[in-house]
Antibody, heavy 114, light 112 residues
Framework: EVQLVESGGGLVQPGGSLRLSCAAS????????MSWVRQAPGKGLEWVAS????????YYVDSVKGRFTISRDNARESLSLQMNSLRADDTAVYYC???????WGQGSLVTVSS | DVVMTQSPLSLPVTLGQPASISCRSS???????????LNWFQQRPGQSPRRLIY???NRDSGVPDRFTGSGSGTDFTLKISRVEAEDVGVYYC?????????FGQGTKLEIK
């Protein structure tokens, strides 16, 4: 059974940093592009970033470029999202997912507020 | 960026009746490999999204056959042949042909 389990969310002040992690199991992690997708409270889904199987190709939505960094550790079967210079409009549930969306985690809530 | 436009945004349906959601993209979603990377997702209240359809018309494992995806190029449709109570939720289309990947605004299906 595929499992994606996010962790690391919480309350952070504007301008602060947070690192999300996603532990993967039940599938060949190093065979898949992986993504982060977020959902602001009461809003729709927004793709945030994706990373290729070997970690050498990465893409970001414009609103997070230069502030967020996606990375992966295939040996540990984990995906990460380092979030810096956080803003109020980054408040959302962040989902770890395969690039095609075949599998999703349960989400981790990030709240940016003073 | 590819803009995905769904309609309607709200869809009240009587149990047992059909439902249809349209998704239009601002550019063709046909990739250089010939595939069209257009997926449909269901998000039930309080749950993570679940993929229903991939590459326009391929139903995921465990998805009831009352869900059907169709379309080509820039015009796509998700149809539910007979709506059941468990179908309540928000439906999204998503393209992953081009970067950045983009979602439609979502269509909220409710029982009339």
């Amino acid at each position: 059974e595929v499992q994606l389990v996010e962790s690391g969310g919480g309350l952070v002040q504007p301008g602060g940093s947070l690192r999300l992690s996603c532990a993967a199991s039940g599938f060949t992690f190093n065979g898949f592009w992986m993504s982060w997708v977020r959902q602001a409270p009461g809003k729709g889904l927004e793709w945030v970033a994706s990373i290729r199987q070997d970690g050498r190709e990465k893409y970001y939505v414009d609103s997070v470029k230069g502030r967020f960094t996606i990375s992966r550790d295939n040996a540990r079967e984990s995906l990460s999202l380092q979030m810096n210079s956080l803003r109020a409009d980054d408040t959302a549930v962040y989902y770890c997912a395969t690039r095609s969306g075949s599998d999703w985690g349960q989400g981790s809530l990030v709240t940016v507020s003073s | 960026d590819v803009v995905m436009t769904q309609s309607p945004l709200s869809l009240p349906v009587t149990l047992g009746q059909p439902a249809s959601i349209s998704c239009r993209s601002s550019q063709s979603l046909v990739y250089s490999d010939g595939n069209t990377y257009l997926n449909w997702f269901q998000q039930r209240p309080g749950q993570s999204p679940r993929r229903l359809i991939y590459k326009v018309s391929n139903r995921d494992s465990g998805v009831p056959d009352r869900f059907t995806g169709s379309g080509s190029g820039t015009d796509f449709t998700l149809k539910i042949s007979r709506v059941e109570a468990e179908d309540v939720g928000v439906y999204y289309c998503m393209q992953h042909t081009q970067w950045p990947h983009t979602f439609g605004q979502g269509t909220k299906l409710e029982i009339k």
